[in-house]
Nanobody, 122 residues
Framework: QVQLVESGGGLVQAGGSLRLACAASGRTFSTYTMGWFRQAPGKEREFVFAISASGSKTYAPSVNGRFTISRDNAKNTVYLQMNSLKPEDTAVYYC????????????????WGQGTQVTVSS
């Protein structure tokens, strides 16, 4: 069982930055693929970024050049650095974990955090 706790959300003006963190419980964090997803009001959940156990990454085109993901296995934490934020980035951001390969499909992730709200004002 893996428990995930997100932090770092908040209100920021367009063009600003935030860094989200996701702290995981358990001793096998380094073996998991970690992903970030988001869900805006009235919209379906969408994939944002993911990093595998080996450090491979994949991301949504909408965040290319603005967001980046990293992980610190010593701290059991994955980060999402978000720069040049836009109002359309406003959503609840969720951290997720899976024991398999990189995937952009939320249905393939086994564990989810409770989410953290990110609001970008124009």
């Amino acid at each position: 069982q893996v428990q995930l706790v997100e932090s770092g959300g908040g209100l920021v003006q367009a063009g600003g930055s935030l860094r989200l963190a996701c702290a995981a419980s358990g001793r096998t964090f380094s073996t998991y693929t970690m992903g970030w997803f988001r869900q805006a009001p009235g919209k379906e959940r969408e994939f944002v970024f993911a990093i595998s156990a080996s450090g491979s990454k994949t991301y949504a085109p909408s965040v290319n050049g603005r967001f980046t993901i990293s992980r610190d296995n010593a701290k059991n934490t994955v980060y999402l650095q978000m720069n040049s934020l836009k109002p359309e980035d406003t959503a609840v951001y969720y951290c997720a974990a899976r024991s398999g390969r990189l995937s952009v499909s939320g249905t393939l992730y086994d564990y989810w955090g409770q989410g953290t709200q990110v609001t970008v004002s124009s």
